[in-house]
């Protein structure tokens, strides 16, 4: 069972930056879509940014301007640099992966990041 494996979490302070990396554990389908998700404690998981095959990307309006994804799919990886944090960035952020053909959804263990104020 392939698993997608984050890293780049952490703490750090308000105002700060991380970046995040997420690349498969083992052989896996072409992807389309890959994307980040984070939950907060007590709150759903809620979608932070994505970027299909063609390089078309979204964000939260949270993160607009402060987040930025990208791809590398000759190492099948996404990267999320977060800039500005604040607080209320506080989560396990998850990476996930989506191939719509063979209806395949992968997810990683996920990695916190905490910012503190």
């Known amino acids: 069972q392939v698993q997608l494996v984050e890293s780049g979490g952490g703490l750090v302070q308000a105002g700060g930056s991380l970046r995040l990396s997420c690349a498969p554990s083992?052989?896996?389908?072409?992807?389309?879509?890959m994307g980040w998700y984070r939950q907060a404690p007590g709150k759903e998981r809620e979608l932070v940014a994505r970027?299909?095959?063609?390089?078309?990307?979204n964000y939260a309006d949270s993160v607009k301007g402060r987040f930025t994804i990208a791809r590398d799919d000759a190492k099948n990886t996404v990267y999320l640099q977060m800039n500005s944090l604040k607080p209320e960035d506080t989560a396990v952020y998850y990476c996930?992966?989506?191939?719509?053909?063979?209806?395949?959804?992968?997810w990683g263990q996920g990695t916190q990041v905490t910012v503190s104020s």
């Open positions: 970027i299909t095959s063609r390089g078309t990307t």
């Open positions: 996930n992966f989506k191939n719509f053909r063979w209806s395949k959804d992968y």
């Open positions: 083992g052989s896996i389908f072409s992807i389309d879509d």
